[in-house]
């Protein structure tokens, strides 16, 4: 195997273990008594939040004191601008649904190189879902291969969004279309909406407002090595570890619904 290889594949196994040893660390404090609080902006956040997170930085920069760090809950370094490696972390993503006690939340973390994710782990620890995938040798689930929906037809599909966007009057005015009838339904955790379009339990997701690296990350390659494509809503590959460390949306699909939703999407100026 050259050198290239075993290196990924070393990394691969450190934060495989760790995102899974992580996920049983929130799983002792999910539906419990712990500290929470509001970050602004409508943001919770809790003690389990902080104690992964903890968790995570503490064991995967021991194992690779070169790597940066990139996670939702710890202040930034600008030093991670000078790294060619990085680990970008969400200790919990879909904190809303674990303070409701609803098990769609995610540990996520990926491995960031030149801007692009080379291995995603999103784990579910209260359904044992673990998503995970390296550059260019496919995606799993719970270590066997997954597939993203090969569905060319918006009508009649899963979609995991936002109810109120896509319902929202504004398609009603050209340049915009309403969109047709689908099966819709959320999850709080963007990963691991992502993730649920890479095992084709949803035919895509898509959304119209800002995202932070955490938040897609991980989730982008296993959609990626799924066989299906992550975009912004104009059609850019995310690059990650810029300075803001933001995404302005998100397109995951497999390629022929992928191409639908941006037809639909592309010419929207969002707010940035």
């Known amino acids: 195997m050259p050198a290239r290889e075993a290196g990924l594949a070393d990394d691969r196994a450190l934060i495989e273990q760790a995102v899974r040893?992580?996920?049983?660390?929130?799983?002792?404090?999910?539906?419990?008594?712990?500290?929470?609080?509001?970050?602004?902006?409508?943001q919770p956040v809790t003690e389990a939040d902080l104690t992964v997170d903890k968790y995570l930085r503490e064991t995967l920069i021991a194992a690779r004191p070169d790597y940066g760090w990139l996670s939702e809950e710890t202040e930034d370094e600008p030093s991670r601008l000078e790294k060619?490696?990085?680990f970008v972390v969400d200790p919990i993503d879909g904190t809303i649904a674990f303070l409701k006690n609803r098990p769609h939340f995610t540990v996520c973390v990926a491995?960031?190189?030149?801007?692009?994710?080379?291995?995603?782990?999103?784990?579910?620890?209260?359904l044992d879902e673990c998503f995970a995938a390296n550059d260019g040798e496919g995606a799993t689930m719970n270590g066997l291969p997954i597939r993203a929906s090969d569905r060319a037809v918006l009508e009649g599909c899963r979609m995991c969004a936002a109810r109120d966007m896509l319902e929202h009057p504004a398609w009603n005015t050209p340049p915009n279309r309403p969109w047709p009838p689908m099966h819709i339904e959320t999850r709080n955790s963007i990963a691991y909406r992502m993730a649920l379009v890479a095992n084709g339990a949803f035919d895509a997701t898509l959304a119209l407002s800002a995202k932070h690296d955490w938040d897609m990350a991980a989730a982008d390659i296993i959609v990626r090595e799924a066989g299906g494509i992550v975009t912004t809503h104009d059609g850019a590959i995310p690059r990650y570890n810029g300075a803001h460390a933001i995404q302005p949306s998100m397109i995951a699909a497999g390629p022929r619904l992928h191409a639908e939703i941006l037809s639909r999407v592309r010419h929207i100026n969002l707010q940035r």
Do not use: C, H, M
């Not at 040893?21 to 999910?30: K, S």
């Not at 291995?119 to 620890?125: C, E, R």
């Open 21 to 42: 040893e992580a996920g049983a660390i929130a799983r002792t404090f999910y539906g419990g008594d712990y500290k929470k609080w509001d970050k602004g902006k409508g």
């Open 84 to 86: 060619q490696s990085i």
């Open 111 to 126: 491995l960031v190189r030149d801007g692009r994710p080379v291995i995603g782990v999103v784990f579910n620890p209260i």
